[in-house]
């Protein structure tokens, strides 16, 4: 039995989450998506109250999405209702910071004093950090993989040892498995709901979302036009349908499609949910431009909300527990995330040997260099710019219009949104 299922069967068997009666801190904990981090929540409580009698961990209501948790805390912020510690999607920390809603950490790493012992490297430090604030600390880091399905790609006549290393190669793959008919389907991109997997794409082709100054849209220039490009080929040559988020897993994981791309977060549910039903693997996912090519970090960082100095001092123990190397040791078998923490990484006492024993989680590990912060838009519109672009790779997915129709219409909607200097 491995690490983290010993630890799950721990837990279904205690008596219950809540600390000794003794406690005299309690913290008030919010979380997004429970169907990736709800039971790997309860196993980092549980140890930590194990080992900080003094300290409760109450969790409040979880947020299904990393969306709809930034709203949840920006409409609690100054409110009896705003817990004591969130964690928020890398990509939306900025909003907390340019609302100072956040408790900065810097003087809490100052204080600490052996972050990097405790394998918090500069690196890793870095992807929870806005301007001159550490607005949390990275707990769960992803980048985006690919999934595929084995025998389909054997029917096709490929091989499925040798997996597609170019985004032609996986397209040229993904016509023939559609062409296999029976309702095969090609590819599954997840582009739906956030700006991640096209950023995968923009970024994987040297590019960026904004100006240096970050006074104008980039996103439009040659690197966004090659993303937009190859999702419509994905539509054309490649068999990939319109699919929501929802039909898109379902039906990957039924065996029905050749190529899923989205992020290493959604291996441990998927390795549950395939089954036996087909040979799954995993691959890293095709650069645009291999030489210049990044991928964005996704994923959450904790944040410390906590105004009180008692609590602070509570909450930052909690934080650097949930995000360090026994934090991680139960993330990254229980999800799929890949190390958020540089010492569980590398010893044997926490994941030294789980890659060798579990390949299909090396392909996100593998693209660790790669990773580069989940990009952040200036500003009190966030939400909508993620939203306009996704509206327009729908046009594209859809076919309503063409990849070069929408790109320009995404970039001169994100224009007008952006704040004005």
């Known amino acids: ?4 299922k010993k630890t799950i069967a721990a837990v279904a068997i205690a008596t219950g989450l809540c600390a000794p009666a003794f406690a005299d801190t309690t913290l008030n904990v919010h979380y997004p998506m429970p169907g990736f981090f709800k039971d790997v929540m309860d196993v980092i409580s549980k140890k930590f109250m194990e080992e900080n009698p003094d300290i409760r961990i109450n969790f409040v ?17 100054g409110t009896a209702e705003m817990p004591d510690i ?8 900025r909003m907390l910071a340019e609302r100072n809603v956040n408790v900065d950490l810097k003087p809490f790493i100052a ?34 993989i690919m999934y595929y399905n084995a025998d389909l790609v054997r029917a096709a006549g490929g091989d499925p040892d040798q997996p597609p290393k170019t985004w032609d190669e996986v397209i040229a793959l993904g016509g023939k498995i559609k062409a296999l008919g029976n309702g095969n389907e090609g590819i599954d991109f997840r582009w ?26 980039a996103f439009d220039g040659p690197e966004g036009l090659a993303a937009v490009n190859l999702i419509s080929r ?10 929501t988020k929802q039909a898109g897993e379902q039906a990957f994981v039924a065996g029905k499609v050749g190529f899923a791309f989205q992020t290493t977060g959604a291996l441990r549910n998927t390795i549950k949910n395939v089954g036996d039903k087909f040979d799954l693997r995993t691959a890293p996912i095709p650069l645009l431009n291999p030489e210049k090519g990044r991928l964005p970090t996704g994923g959450n960082a ?6 009180d100095t008692a609590k602070q001092d509570a ?26 923490n540089e010492l569980a990484a590398k010893s044997d006492e926490y994941l030294a040997d789980f890659y060798e024993k579990n390949p299909l989680f090396k392909a996100g590990l593998s693209q660790m260099n790669l990773m580069i912060p989940w990009y952040a838009f200036p500003g009190t519109n966030g939400v909508k710019v993620t939203q306009t672009i996704v509206d327009n790779l729908s046009r594209i997915v859809e076919q309503s219009a063409t990849p070069e129709e929408a790109l320009a219409d995404a970039a001169d909607e994100v224009q007008r949104l952006l704040p004005r200097r």
């Open 1 to 4: 039995m491995t690490f983290f």
């Open 61 to 77: 209501s979880p947020s299904a999405t990393y969306e709809e948790g930034i709203q949840t805390i920006l409409r609690q912020a």
């Open 86 to 93: 969130t964690f928020i999607g890398l990509n939306r920390l």
């Open 111 to 144: 204080k600490d004093g052996n972050m990097a012992e405790q394998g918090f490297s500069d690196h890793i430090l870095r992807l929870a950090q806005v301007g001159d604030q550490q607005v949390g600390l990275a707990f769960a880091t992803s980048n985006p």
């Open 192 to 217: 739906q709901g956030d700006d991640w997997m096209f950023s995968a794409l923009l970024f994987g082709a040297g590019g960026t979302m904004l100006s240096p100054d970050e006074k104008k849209v």
């Open 234 to 243: 994905m539509v054309k040559e490649g068999g990939m349908p319109v699919f």
């Open 302 to 307: 904790v944040v410390i909300l906590a105004r």
């Open 315 to 340: 909450a930052w123990k909690f934080a650097k527990f949930a995000a360090g190397p026994y934090g991680a040791s139960v993330v990254v078998p229980g999800t799929g995330y890949v190390p958020n």
